[in-house]
């Protein structure tokens, strides 16, 4: 296991982690989560080595191999070719191999006596390379490209030709081919598109190691972890639980903190109010004295001096423009006037849509917003502006037209002058300016901090239409929840482009699919756009009997052409007579009339789960209430017992919808593959 014992850090007088004590145990799937610059990154360093804390110890396994993935990556192997880089991931299986080489060359000159010994050794050798995964390393480190969204093409290309944020897929590539036992992922997505943060989530869900992983994506987050550790003000805190629980967790504890540091303050107060009246009265001098005792040995309850609560960004009411805000019409374009990067393009956008775009990287998605931003003009066909259409667009580029000798504040309010001073400063708190930091000139601000502040400026105008390109980069987990409820709520027309799922999943309400030569429109949210795909490749798979993928592992949907709009149909056999048909359908009936009995158990067990965990909340929520209140006879003690009693039960539940959830999924996936094989 991973332990931290009362671990501090600090870089000059800032105190990133004091006190930390915390246990990682073996095969856990931590999400590690926090405000930017809590020390999250701080704390990976010190867990691979390299960094010492300032106090306290850390306890690493010695005898397990470590994989750590940083944000930022310099590589120095720059003349290496791509997939040697990748393949090569493992040291001790490479010096295997090279001392297999030398023993083959050896066999042909020596002794038979000597023959014997080194055969034997080269035996020995084979079957612990092979029984460590040496033989499959290639075709490991050509799936793992490819699913992060490596062309076949540049496998042959040295690391010194990709640009910064493919490099640091390479490594992630490295680091998941050499499996090793504790992982440690530093923002894994953030040089990831849609397509690549599926297959990752797929890749590692089988993953079967021990997992620590620093992430501002809520998908990952939630789909992967059972441990949540919160890094903030220097604390480092345990939920039980992925981020969703984590979410509800931290909000009850922090309301549980402010309850009993009122109840021990008033408690320490009457105790000094006693010691203070009686102290000096010789007939009360002992009470006097046992009060004080009491009161020496109350100890504070220190209540994190941090939001817990995402703060709210409010948006202008943006002006009403035409039903049809843009229309693209057989458009093409190019930048070198050889290559077009699509042609034959044809959408069309309405009031009140919320489209994002999705594919992998190179498909022409930051093109296509410039497009149609008005940035770049067609090389064929045309762009149409819909009447009283007032653009809002957000790129990286757009931090250069801000002023490098103003403020924040001043940047802001040059912006939006109608808004009062209360309203800035809460808009530039959702976005990590918070506190003398408004203060701070443009010209000092980091890359990222130029587009945080880009972006608020931007949504303090009353534009109709929002062009977003990544949005959520250089974002917090905290600031892109408020944007996203920012968003939710606008009234106008939303266009996006985001490699953060969770963020596409809850605002999109239409998704245009980025693929070479095609853009491909599904008129749902991004949950009916991957179900669709899974539609397409379950048809696809049943015709040409291709079957699962040999590794076991989910396909990578993005990699497949767009979805048609209409329900994937199952391959009929051929040759079959209308009685082999009807004895099929029989057949496949009574297999799901097999699976129905215990498919409504488990279903009744995850309503009941859920039921269960709804009436507690419940209750939780109403005793921090009376707690808060605290009116004269409030019985702490038995309230904060049944606290306690709460949160098992809670656990409890939660354990138990996630069992049933699990075999309900097994249960469907038998059921449908014994149809499946019957549809053969």
């Not at 080269?122 to 390379?129: A, D, P, Y």
């Not at 620093?214 to 990952?220: Q, W």
């Not at 608020?456 to 009353?462: D, F, G, H, Q, S």
Request: proline content about 4%; some cysteine.
């Amino acid at each position: 296991m991973i332990q931290f014992v009362q671990v501090s850090k600090a870089f000059g007088k800032q105190q990133i982690i004091s006190g930390a004590t915390f246990t990682v145990n073996d095969g856990e799937r931590v999400g590690v989560v926090g405000p930017n610059g809590a020390g999250k990154s701080t704390m990976f360093e010190m867990l691979s080595g390299n960094l010492s804390p300032d106090k306290g110890e850390i306890s690493v396994p010695r005898a397990q191999r470590l994989g750590l993935v940083r944000q930022q990556m310099y590589l120095l192997e720059q003349e290496t070719p791509l997939l040697d880089y990748t393949e090569n991931a493992v040291p001790e299986l490479e010096a295997m191999h090279q001392e297999m080489q030398a023993l083959e060359h050896q066999l042909d000159s020596v002794p038979d006596d000597e023959r014997g010994r080194l055969l034997k050794r080269l035996g020995e050798l084979q079957t612990q390379f092979e029984h460590d995964g040496g033989y499959e390393l290639k075709t490991r480190a050509e799936t793992t490209l490819s699913g992060l969204g490596f062309d076949a093409r540049q496998f042959d290309r040295p690391l010194s030709t990709l640009s910064g944020g493919w490099k640091i897929r390479a490594e992630l590539a490295r680091v998941l081919v050499s499996r090793p036992d504790i992982l440690l992922l530093d923002e894994p997505t953030n040089y990831l598109d849609v397509p690549a943060v599926e297959w990752l989530k797929d890749f590692l869900r089988t993953f079967p190691g021990t997992m620590m992983l620093v992430s501002h994506d809520r998908y990952l987050l939630n789909s992967l972890t059972n441990v949540t550790l919160e890094v903030m003000g220097g604390m480092v805190t345990r939920y039980q639980g992925n981020y969703q629980k984590y979410v509800t967790d931290r909000e009850a504890r922090h309301d549980l903190l402010i309850a009993q540091k009122k109840n021990l303050d008033r408690k320490r107060e009457q105790l000094e109010r006693f010691v203070d009246r009686f102290k000096y009265k010789a007939t009360k001098a002992a009470q006097a004295q046992s009060r004080q005792k009491q009161l020496d040995k109350l100890e504070d309850i220190e209540v994190p001096q941090v939001v817990v609560k995402r703060p709210r960004i409010t948006l202008p009411e943006p002006p009403r423009s035409g039903q049809n805000v843009v229309t693209v019409e057989d458009a093409a374009f190019s930048y070198d006037g050889r290559r077009n990067i699509f042609e034959h393009l044809d959408l069309r956008l309405e009031r009140g849509d919320k489209a994002a775009f999705v594919g992998l990287n190179g498909m022409g998605k930051t093109t296509l917003l410039r497009l149609i931003s008005g940035r770049l003009s067609p090389t064929a066909g045309k762009v149409t502006v819909g009447h009283g259409v007032v653009f809002g667009y957000q790129s990286q580029d757009f931090t250069e037209t801000m002023d490098p000798d103003r403020t924040i504040f001043e940047t802001v309010r040059a912006a939006s002058a109608d808004r009062t001073e209360g309203e800035l400063r809460n808009l530039l708190g959702g976005f990590g300016f918070q506190g003398e930091a408004i203060d701070k000139y443009v010209r000092v601000l980091s890359g990222g901090e130029k587009v945080r502040l880009a972006l608020a400026r931007l949504l303090l105008r009353p534009n109709n239409f929002l062009i977003l390109d990544e949005p959520t980069t250089h974002l917090d987990i905290y600031a892109r929840e408020a944007l996203e409820d920012a968003l939710r709520r606008y009234t106008g027309t939303l266009c996006l482009v985001s490699h953060d799922i969770t963020f596409v999943r809850n605002l999109a309400t239409t998704i245009f699919e980025m693929t070479p030569g095609k853009v491909t429109r599904f008129f749902g949210n991004y949950d009916y756009y991957r179900a669709k795909l899974a539609e397409a490749e379950a048809a696809r798979q049943a015709a040409d009997g291709a079957g699962a993928s040999l590794d076991g592992r989910a396909p990578s949907m993005g990699r497949q052409p767009g979805a048609p709009e209409r329900p994937a149909q199952t391959a009929k056999p051929t040759g079959e007579s209308a009685a082999d048909k009807a004895a099929r359908k029989r057949e496949e009936a009574a297999i799901r009339n097999e699976f129905s009995r215990p498919r409504k158990a488990l279903e009744a067990k995850i309503e009941a789960a859920e039921t269960r965990s709804a009436k507690l909340e419940a209750e939780q929520a109403a005793i921090y209430d009376d707690m808060a209140a605290a009116k004269p006879g409030t019985d702490f003690q038995t309230l904060n017992k049944r606290l306690a009693e709460i949160k098992k039960e809670l656990e409890d539940a939660a354990w138990a919808w996630e069992d049933a959830s699990v075999r309900l999924e097994n249960l469907i996936a038998d059921m449908e593959q014994r149809i499946g094989a019957l549809n053969k």
